[in-house]
């Protein structure tokens, strides 16, 4: 079985032994997926900001794989303050409320004190 990696071309990717995606099979696997801005290289404040980054650098690498947002049957939230939810809930739910894949929201400590959320999601075709 064949497996396309997938990169967003950050440094951190080959430094830290990882791929932003792997498709193997009918599944896509998104690895955890900070705010940061590609397009700016820099990691906005805002959380909602962050949040819809996420969302954008993740629906790029399933749309390379061949994937949709559609197609995401599993996603897990890492968030660093829990007082952000109400904040982060209804932008996630603009980009799932009607695909609702089994989620789990984790409140922890991040790698860069900057980073507020950050998202990985599993698609099958």
Do not use: W
């Not at 997938?6 to 440094?11: E, H, L, P, R, V």
């Not at 397009?39 to 949709?68: F, W």
């Not at 109400?86 to 991040?110: D, H, K, S, W």
Request: hydrophobic share 40%.
């Amino acid at each position: 079985m064949a497996r396309q990696l997938i990169s967003t071309g950050s440094a951190m990717e080959k430094q830290a032994g990882y791929s932003r995606a792997v498709v193997c099979g009918d599944f896509a696997h998104v690895a955890g997926t900070t705010g940061y801005d590609y397009a700016t290289m820099h990691m906005p404040e805002d959380v909602a900001e962050q949040t819809r980054n996420c969302l954008k650098t993740i629906k790029a690498a399933l749309e390379e794989g061949g994937y949709s947002m559609a197609m995401v049957v599993r996603a897990t939230y890492y968030v660093t303050d829990r007082d952000d939810i109400p904040v982060i809930f209804p932008i996630l739910g603009e980009a799932f409320g009607e695909i609702r894949p089994a989620a789990t929201m984790i409140v922890c400590e991040l790698i860069d004190p900057a980073m507020k959320i950050e998202i990985e999601v599993t698609a099958q075709r």
